[in-house]
């Protein structure tokens, strides 16, 4: 099985910043990976597929890049609708695993 | 406009099997490349993905889980069923159902979930 495991686990962050987000696989591939936006009490959305595909309807500054064993999920000036848990999920073997989460706080 | 809903029991015993269906509007369970699954989320824990079902009834579940699980569906009623055998109190979590996506490019991402169901194990 490939799994994922993200970093930071948590990140304090303010309106405005630039965040960097990072999901390492246990094993190499192109680029079956996406990226889901979790709040509280509400089922996750898609933001990203393939590793770089923006969902339709999310905004643009949010993008995904990397291959192989590493990604990364960027946001681009931060805004109070993105703080939330970061997941990543990998869907290469026709299994589907999720990293660990990654919560974004208000500094 | 695709949806997906959950419904089925809140509380189960230990040791009981688990029944949960998701009723699906907005497409076809037997369409070409669709797939509708399960994932699950215990509370304050990560997102667990369980098993997925295909438009031709082939079948994927998780490694970890394969011998508890079994997932089928019933395209008159337009549902998707998973139970989950020999229920523990770990097993407590939100169950989300989900639509696998379908793309040009062959993503399998879960584009669509449902609100989930909050099913707690307790004696």
């Known amino acids: 099985d490939i799994q994922m495991t993200q970093s930071p686990s948590t990140l304090s962050a303010s309106v405005g910043d630039r965040v960097t987000i990072t999901c390492r696989a246990s094993q190499s591939f192109r680029s079956s990976l996406a990226w889901y936006q979790q709040k509280p009490g509400k089922a996750p959305k898609l933001l990203i597929f393939d590793a770089s595909s923006l969902q339709s309807g999310v905004p643009s500054r949010f993008s995904g890049s990397g291959s192989g064993t590493e990604f990364t999920l960027t946001i681009n000036s931060l805004q109070p609708d993105d703080f939330a848990t970061y997941y990543c999920?990998?869907?290469?073997?026709?299994?589907?695993?999720f990293g660990q989460g990654t919560k974004v706080e208000i500094k | 406009q695709i949806t997906l809903k959950e419904s089925g029991p809140t509380l189960v015993k230990p040791t009981q099997t688990l029944t949960l269906a998701c009723t699906i509007s907005?497409?076809?369970?037997?369409?070409?490349?669709?797939?509708v699954g399960w994932t699950r989320q215990p509370p304050g824990k990560a997102l667990e993905w369980l098993a997925l079902?295909?438009?031709?009834?082939?079948?994927a579940y998780s490694p970890s889980l394969k011998n508890r699980l079994a997932i089928t569906k019933d395209t008159s009623k337009k549902q998707v069923v998973l139970t989950m055998t020999s229920l523990d109190p770990v097993d407590t979590a939100t169950y989300y159902c989900v639509h696998r996506q379908v793309s040009v490019s062959g993503s399998r991402a879960f584009d669509i979930w449902g609100q989930g169901t909050l099913v707690a194990v307790s004696s």
């Open positions: 079902i295909y438009w031709d009834d082939d079948k």
């Open positions: 999920q990998q869907y290469d073997t026709y299994l589907w695993t």
């Open positions: 907005g497409f076809s369970l037997t369409s070409s490349g669709v797939g």
